[in-house]
């Protein structure tokens, strides 16, 4: 079995990311961001791009980078409300936006991966999610119909790796993740930890077989969305 590995991030991308593509990433808010594949993206300097992922980082961070640089043309996301510059953008015209349902997005995602076209949901409904696309009934209950995601290339982030593209993900930072690692027609990861050997199989959450590079996270820094702070309260001292 081959290994995965590649020296670095910008290297595993070279050759793989052209103008034009829908690339899709893992992350909810600033967590499990694949940081280092996004930085790597952005010194591409690909154009054009259509971004599928549950938001677009915040400000300066995460995939906020890409919008910063002009590089994304659409995005598909279900929550953009920490961005500024997304939203100028977006009432600017500059950039064209499909909201989706949260789980409809997972959902999505989920049928890309699994080779499954489209899907039918009672979500969205009625509202403007559903104009232009086809409803149906089943057992008296109205649903439209939404298509699966596969994207160009997949980017995602796991706390642990083995050479062989096996993945395993920490708490929340796995979010999105396994759904977008699956939905790649090329798949690239990022890992904290390279481990020797095999992971575990009861372990997985990623198998390889879904994995095409890996790469060994450099910088490992955490970011905080928003970072809320009290004063330190003064300790009392009786006299």
């Known amino acids: ?105 997972a959902e999505r995602l989920r049928a890309g991966g699994a080779g499954i076209p489209g899907f039918y949901t009672p979500t969205g409904v009625g509202t403007p999610i559903a104009e232009g696309k086809p409803e149906a009934e089943f057992d008296g209950r109205r649903v439209i119909l939404e298509r699966g995601i596969v994207a160009d290339v997949a980017l995602v982030r796991a706390r642990w790796a083995d050479p062989y593209g096996n993945l395993r993900y920490r708490l929340t930072a796995r979010n999105f993740n396994p759904l977008v690692a699956t939905a790649g027609k090329v798949t690239l990861a990022e890992a904290e930890e390279i481990v020797d050997g095999f992971i575990d199989p009861d372990d997985v959450m990623t198998p390889g077989i879904f994995v095409q590079r890996l790469v060994l996270a450099e910088d490992l820094t955490k970011e905080i969305e928003q970072r809320t702070v009290r004063p330190k309260e003064a300790a009392h001292v009786d006299a």
């Open 1 to 105: 079995m081959a290994q995965k590995i590649w020296p670095s991030a910008t290297e595993a991308l070279a050759g793989v990311v052209e103008d034009g593509m829908t690339i899709a990433v893992g992350g909810f808010g600033l967590s499990g961001n694949p940081t280092n594949l996004i930085r790597a993206l952005r010194d591409t300097g690909a154009k054009d791009l259509t971004i599928v992922s549950n938001n677009m980082g915040v400000d300066g961070k995460g995939l906020g980078l890409l919008l910063e640089n002009k590089q994304v043309k659409k995005v598909i996301a279900s929550y953009v409300g920490e961005n500024k510059l997304f939203a100028e953008q977006y009432l600017s015209g500059e950039l064209e936006v499909e909201f989706a349902p949260q789980g409809t997005l």
